[in-house]
């Protein structure tokens, strides 16, 4: 009778066991998409040749935008930008301008700009996880925002 209690006993802990076991974990499929993360990246400039695409007609800056490209010595980048000497084609971004105002006629300008002025730029990157294969893969950068300031003295 003992024994027939302990296999009675055991067949059942061999039943419910298997009924609480938990289930596996489903894969993810979207962790190896492509991501855009926010990058922030800052440096000199080498050189511009931006034009303003919108805004000139009215009188307020908020609404001003411009595009062109840009040459800056970026030596500080986060999330995997690129450093060293870069080249950005941008379209419609907004500009801060808060360099001194070298033409003398009362506004900070485009024309206020010149080379090795400080540049900040704020922008997206494309971004894959780490564990996903790479090969191919290049980033791609847009920028959104840059702000002009005067040189360190």
């Known amino acids: 009778m003992k024994k027939l209690a302990t296999l009675a006993v055991l067949a059942t802990g061999a039943l ?16 190896c998409a492509v991501h855009k993360v926010g990058f ?28 062109g490209s840009i040459t800056v010595n970026v030596t500080k980048a986060n999330h995997g930008a690129p450093t060293g000497n870069q080249t950005y084609n941008v379209t419609d971004v907004k ?14 300008t485009l024309a206020d700009v010149r080379p090795n002025d400080r540049v900040r730029l ?12 790479h090969t191919g893969f290049t980033p791609t950068v847009t920028v959104k925002k840059i702000d002009f300031n005067k040189p360190r003295s």
Do not use: M
């Open 16 to 31: 419910v066991l298997p009924a609480q076991a938990r289930p596996p974990h489903p894969a993810h499929p979207n962790k």
């Open 40 to 67: 922030h990246a800052r440096g000199t400039l080498v050189s511009q040749s931006l034009t303003q695409t919108q805004g000139a007609a009215t009188a307020t800056k908020r609404d001003d935008r411009y595009s």
């Open 95 to 108: 500009v801060k301008f808060h360099v001194p105002d070298r033409t003398g006629d009362g506004k900070r």
């Open 122 to 133: 704020q922008g997206k990157i494309t971004h894959l996880a780490r564990r996903c294969d």
